[in-house]
């Protein structure tokens, strides 16, 4: 005889008020298993994602504004008289130097072109050191890759700068 035919036999030899319990207190358990292990874990699960998402969203529209405001005070000048002749190595690790930006690695490529990382930086002090190289000395950066971190603020970045000569 099977599991199965000893339940139902068994269940059949209740009476009609213990069988009507029974079967209200399978229904609340299955509800109950349903609730905690798919319906709760999926509500908090996309809560924290849509939190997430707006948080990056206001991230997003921060750096956008901000990059917006250093394009705007940048004005069309540009001074290269500040460079002097000096190489695009120097003038990017001097006046990062100055900035107290610290650079993680850097990386002289082929082309003219020097390539800087850095794991975690202040956002606004990327730009205006970006605004700086550009205003003050006429470099420019011919490739970025941006990342977040973390950190409200703080980006992972990858530079890559084209030297036009001094």
Do not use: C, H
Not at 78 to 100: F, H, M, P, Q, W
């Amino acid at each position: 005889m099977s599991v199965m035919t000893e339940l139902t036999d068994k269940f059949k030899a209740m009476e009609n008020r213990e069988q009507k319990i029974l079967v209200s207190g399978l229904i609340f358990v299955l509800l109950f298993i349903v609730y905690s292990m798919i319906y709760k874990p999926m509500t908090s699960s996309i809560g924290s994602l849509q939190k997430s998402n707006a948080e990056n969203q206001q991230l997003r529209i921060w750096m956008a504004e901000s990059v917006a405001a250093i394009k705007n005070s940048s004005g069309s000048k540009s001074n290269t008289n500040k460079r002097r002749g000096r190489s695009l190595n120097e003038v990017i690790n001097s006046t990062a130097s100055d900035a107290k930006i610290s650079i993680s690695r850097s990386q002289p490529r082929d082309n003219n072109q020097y390539q800087i990382w850095f794991d975690q930086i202040v956002f606004n002090e990327l730009l205006v050191w970006l605004n700086v190289l550009q205003t003050d000395f006429g470099v420019y950066v011919s490739n970025i890759n941006l990342g977040t971190t973390n950190k409200n603020g703080l980006v992972r970045v990858n530079l890559t700068f084209q030297d036009i000569g001094s």
